[in-house]
């Protein structure tokens, strides 16, 4: 399972990517336990504020699009997650 | 509420017989620190009358509002942000290792940036005068942030961004970088800034952030699902337009181009919506209103927006 990680936006408008492949990842059930609790029903609700970031995050198939104020709860544990992993990748 | 709202809204209200005349106050600024949390608005570290802060990042965010409320109140005849004299709220230390700043519709919030790319936002004023360029659009104009429309909203918070600075530093058009976030970036990236207004692709180019991708004009005008529909890459078309009208205008670009921009965005008669036709149009208008048709500044303004294949 593939997890990929798109921000874009801010004042500095750039675009910074982190994929993880889960199978290849120390613990995968702690992973297939976090994306289970993802709330794919949530909605991008608030107006897009100047210059705050947008997250595009995509599990396998699935996508969903959200501003930073909305990346709460398991969406913000993944991303966490995946940008620490990515960038990290010796530590996992 | 803050001491400093609590102090503004008592002097409104000893004024209350003048409500309706336009009284330009001093900035009323306080200074928040959010100890490197995401919760906001932080702790009160300065406000107005106090000594300057032993944190560097305080003293900037602080000094940076009041050159941004100087240029609106002393030369556009605004009285801060929402041309009531609202105060001025900032805060600095947002999050850990956070790369950006932003505008959250009541205050201006500064990260301290990752150290490995980033440094501290607050380090550019160009930087600071944008974020607060954000709540003046949000009074006026109102810009909605997403395609054309947000590409507007982001450059004009970039104009004004770019003419505190030449202002505060006495530059020319000739004279000026109209690098947008100089001095963000460590020295670990090959770049000047987040943006050239003159030149815009070119402000960096660098082995791990890659090229910067601005697009100069209409035909490489790029469509994105990213970034509110490209927002901060699109806004270096309108950009540029204002960096020609400048120029070739000369002089002070605050009191020349500046005001047209002003008056096009305060002037009530741009959509929410407004896309790059409509807000040439509307420039070239109040150029011609302020000016005279077939002023210098009206002819400037024309021509630049031909030039970066805006037609009108």
Request: aromatic share 8%.
């Amino acid at each position: 399972m593939k997890i990929t990680v798109t921000r874009s936006g801010g004042i500095a408008g750039l675009t910074r990517e982190w994929v993880v492949r889960v199978e290849e990842q120390g613990d995968p059930d702690s992973w297939f336990r976090l994306v289970e609790q993802l709330p794919w029903n949530e909605r991008y609700r608030s107006a897009p504020g100047p210059d705050r970031f947008v997250y595009r995050i995509g599990v396998s198939r699935r996508h969903i699009t959200l501003p930073e104020q909305q990346l709460t709860g398991p969406w913000r544990q993944l991303v966490d997650r995946v940008r620490d992993a990515a960038e990290q990748p010796e530590k996992e | 509420m803050d001491e400093s709202i609590r102090r503004h809204r008592t002097v409104a209200g000893e004024h209350g017989a003048q409500r309706g005349a336009h009284r330009l106050e001093p900035p009323a600024r306080s200074i928040f620190d959010a100890g490197r949390t995401e919760t906001l608005p932080g702790a009160l570290v300065r406000s107005e009358g106090d000594e300057p802060s032993p944190d560097i990042a305080v003293n900037e965010a602080f000094d940076g509002f009041g050159h941004t409320h100087a240029l609106f109140r002393e030369v556009y005849d605004r009285a801060s942000i929402d041309d009531d004299n609202l105060p001025l709220l900032g805060t600095v230390h947002f999050g850990r290792d956070y790369d950006n700043a932003f505008w959250d519709g009541e205050r201006m919030v500064f990260g301290d940036g990752d150290g490995m790319v980033f440094g501290r936002f607050t380090a550019s004023l160009s930087v600071i005068a944008h974020e607060l360029a954000h709540g003046v659009t949000q009074y006026t104009a109102n810009l909605v942030y997403r395609g054309q429309s947000g590409a507007l909203n982001e450059s004009i918070s970039d104009v004004f961004g770019a003419l505190v600075e030449q202002r505060v530093l006495g530059h020319t058009p000739q004279d000026a970088s109209w690098i947008i976030g100089a001095g963000l970036f460590t020295d670990q990236v090959e770049g000047l800034g987040l943006r050239s207004m003159k030149a815009p692709g070119t402000a960096y180019d660098d082995d791990v952030l890659g090229k910067d991708p601005q697009p100069a004009s209409m035909e490489d005008y790029i469509d994105t699902v990213l970034d509110n529909g490209g927002v901060h890459l699109n806004s270096g078309i309108p950009n540029r337009a204002f960096y020609l009208a400048a120029t070739a205008i000369g002089g002070e670009a605050w009191s020349s181009a500046g005001q047209v921009w002003y008056d096009t965005i305060s002037g009530g008669t741009i959509p929410a919506s407004c896309d790059f036709v409509g807000f040439a149009r509307a420039t070239a208008s109040k150029a011609a209103d302020r000016f005279g048709a077939d002023s210098i500044e009206h002819r400037a303004v024309a021509e630049a927006w031909a030039t970066v294949g805006v037609g009108m």
